[in-house]
């Protein structure tokens, strides 16, 4: 991973000028997004599958190298394609006047899915780390999502957020006011709210003492899927920082990966 590898293609999924990475590789992300894209990046070999990667940033800027170029690599070499989403901002300049809307993120997914079901058959899983983890959750809650055969979410703010189980409690309320709007429409994975309990299998990798997103928003999780016998493995580990993704990798969650990739061929098997 030591140079920036081009997508092998780019979708545009809205209207809009395209979008311009800030900042060198590998650390480069989207800040100012105009126009949702899918940004392909095609298996080494024989294709086994494809996924829809989900980057976080807090839904504040998308983190493209870390948790979109670097996770595609890594799925390439599992033998599927994988295609970044590249979504707009809730509550940023819309260019038009305006600002874009609390479930500008939940539209551009849904198109990406649209997009996909279009190509050839091929078994589909959604990945999402950080933010991207609660859109990966949003939508297998989604009709669009009935094809795919599971989810794979690492250290997401998937419900805390809201602001009726929010963790630690009494924090603030996020900027922009459509970012919060967004995570109180969906909380995945409280039993209270129905309509954001996943059906799928999900895996889901989380650090016990990240300080950005506690464990809080795991542990909700488990306990609806406890209660509506859902199929969701999880991994909390002690050492692991937030944002760990494929680098930080120095104590216990240096195995998440191998459990990610075997829990992928359980998938495909099925």
């Not at 989810?151 to 630690?168: F, G, Q, S």
Request: contains cysteine; negative net charge; proline residues 9%.
């Amino acid at each position: 991973m030591s140079d920036a590898m081009p997508p092998d293609a780019l979708t545009p999924l809205s209207e809009g000028s395209s979008n311009e990475l800030q900042g060198r590789w590998p650390d480069r992300c989207f800040t100012r997004i105009r126009r949702a894209e899918l940004h392909r990046f095609d298996a080494t070999g024989p294709v086994r599958g494809r996924v829809l990667v989900c980057p976080g940033g807090g839904y504040l800027q998308l983190v493209h190298d870390k948790e979109g170029v670097e996770v595609a690599r890594w799925l390439n070499g599992l033998g599927l394609d994988a295609h970044v989403l590249v979504h707009r901002l809730p509550g940023q300049d819309d260019g038009r006047g305006g600002v874009w809307p609390a479930d500008i993120a939940l539209s551009d997914g849904e198109a990406a899915l649209r997009h996909l079901a279009a190509l050839p058959a091929l078994p589909l899983l959604l990945m999402g780390l950080s933010s991207g983890g609660h859109l990966a959750g949003v939508l297998v809650c989604q009709p669009l999502a009935a094809q795919a055969c599971g989810a794979l979410i690492a250290y997401a703010p998937l419900n805390a957020n809201h602001r009726l189980y929010k963790a630690p409690a009494g924090k603030p309320d996020y900027a922009p006011p459509q970012k919060q709007a967004f995570y109180d429409a969906w909380p995945i994975g409280m039993a209270s709210e129905k309509h954001g309990i996943p059906k799928l299998p999900i895996f889901l990798a989380c650090a016990l003492h990240d300080t950005a997103v506690p464990v809080d928003h795991a542990l909700n999780l488990l306990k609806a899927a406890q209660q509506a016998g859902l199929n969701v493995e999880a991994h909390i580990f002690p050492q692991a920082p937030h944002g760990f993704a494929l680098r930080d990798l120095h104590g216990t969650h240096d195995q998440w990966p191998a459990l990610a990739a075997r829990w992928i061929d359980e998938r495909l098997a099925g």
